[in-house]
């Protein structure tokens, strides 16, 4: 299948482009396209083949569900029900934007979509491009992140190409995603409201809206038995070629002891990568013998952080970096979201110094 790829400015999405997207959607085929997290892969939500060919492209398990995107308010009462008062006070508050909202499915939604389950994950995204697209694809596009399984989410349609050529119709072209980190979930079919996976809109930013959020205890403990809740969370994910290790204490104790252990992997015969920040990297340049040293911006502009982290994997990929030195962040606010990826795409490898 040849891949069509259509370059559109977020601010204002090419009319044709999206038109024949939509076509694409609506004949059960396959188009890749920006959120304001990361790019997703779509196709018809409510269509079980769809749901079916999204798997085989991304080579994931098919009894991972799918996110449901939608772009009008009213359509979650097709496809949710019922629909709890927290769930619309959320809509309420953060939609459109980087939150997915679990709740009971109606019959609408196929079981291919949810893998199986009851329940279905909501989105109504904020970005421009997504939302035509949406509309223009009959309003519900199911879409999980536009990576092959394993592989960090794409921030870039680069990325989206380098991955799916050859799998989908088409890919929309939106340059780089704001965020860079996938969608809160929180689930609204238990007892109390869950976070299922950290994300933009944070535990604080809920509980403004909520009385009480919990937070799924296997997000939080590496060593926790339990089984996440969200499918996907339970599969090795975001996982870089080289070896990585977090580094964590105090941040001259930190920066001493990357520089050391970079010296030390370059002599074995390591290619070494360091995720540094605008207030080390000069360092690591200068002193750890490290082939590759990537800054992820200030320590203390976590969204800029946020942003940076999955394209630096990749791009470590790309140099075929074999042994990689991070430094850690604040587990505050957006925080938790980029220690959450950070650490599983470490296999949960932290030294302390
Ligand atoms: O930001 C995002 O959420 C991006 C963009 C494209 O919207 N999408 C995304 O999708 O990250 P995906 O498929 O890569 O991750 C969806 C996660 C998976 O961990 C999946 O197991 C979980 O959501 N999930 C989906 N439906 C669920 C359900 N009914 N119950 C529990 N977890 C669910
Ligand atoms: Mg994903």
């Keep these: 299948m040849e891949t069509i790829l259509v370059k559109m ?4 999405p090419d009319a044709e482009g999206i038109r024949k997207a939509g076509e694409i959607i609506r004949a059960g085929g396959l188009v890749a396209f920006p959120t304001e ?3 997703g892969l779509g196709g018809d939500a409510l269509n079980p083949d769809s749901s079916r060919k999204i798997y085989a492209a991304k080579g994931r398990p098919s009894d991972n569900p799918l996110i449901v995107h939608i772009c009008r308010w009213d359509d979650i009462y097709k496809i949710a029900h019922p629909v709890p008062e927290e ?3 959320l809509a309420k508050a953060y939609w ?9 499915k109606t019959d609408l939604v196929p079981e291919e979509t949810t893998g199986g389950l009851d329940t279905v994950a909501i989105r109504f995204p904020q970005d421009p491009i997504a939302r035509t697209f949406i509309e223009a694809a009959g309003g519900f596009v199911a879409a999980p992140s536009a990576n092959l399984s394993g592989k960090p989410s794409p921030t870039l349609a ?16 939106g340059g780089e995603v704001g965020i860079g980190l996938e969608s809160t979930i929180v689930d609204l079919t238990g007892e109390e409201p869950m976070i299922l996976r950290p994300g933009f809109i944070t535990k604080e930013m809920l509980e403004e809206v909520l009385k009480r959020v919990e937070v799924d205890r296997t997000i ?7 089984r996440p809740k969200a499918p996907g969370m339970r599969y090795k994910h975001y996982a870089p070629k080289g070896d990585l290790t977090i580094i964590e204490g105090e941040p001259e104790a930190v920066t001493e002891a990357i520089c050391q252990r970079s010296k030390a ?5 390591e290619k070494v990568g360091i995720i540094a920040t605008d207030e080390t990297a000069r360092q690591y340049r200068t002193f750890s013998g490290a082939e590759s040293v990537k800054s992820v911006g200030r320590r203390v502009d976590e969204a800029a952080v946020g942003r940076s982290l999955y394209r630096i994997l990749r791009e470590f990929d790309d140099e075929n970096v074999t042994v990689i030195f991070s ?11 980029i220690m959450n990826r950070l650490l599983k795409a470490a296999g949960h490898h932290v030294e302390r110094v």
Excluded: H, W
């Excluded at 400015?9 to 204002?12: G, S």
């Excluded at 459109?96 to 009971?104: S, V, Y």
């Excluded at 680069?158 to 072209?173: K, L, S």
């Design 9 to 12: 400015e977020k601010e204002n």
């Design 265 to 269: 992997a370059e002599s074995a015969g």
């Design 327 to 337: 430094e850690s962040f604040s587990q505050s606010g957006f925080g938790q979201a």
């Design 220 to 226: 939080l403990d590496a060593n926790c038995r339990l």
């Design 158 to 173: 680069q990325y989206v190409a380098e991955d799916m050529n050859g799998r989908i119709e088409m890919i929309i072209d």
């Design 96 to 104: 459109p934007g980087p939150l997915t909202m679990i709740l009971k």
């Design 87 to 89: 769930a619309e006070k």
């Design 37 to 39: 997290t990361v790019y």
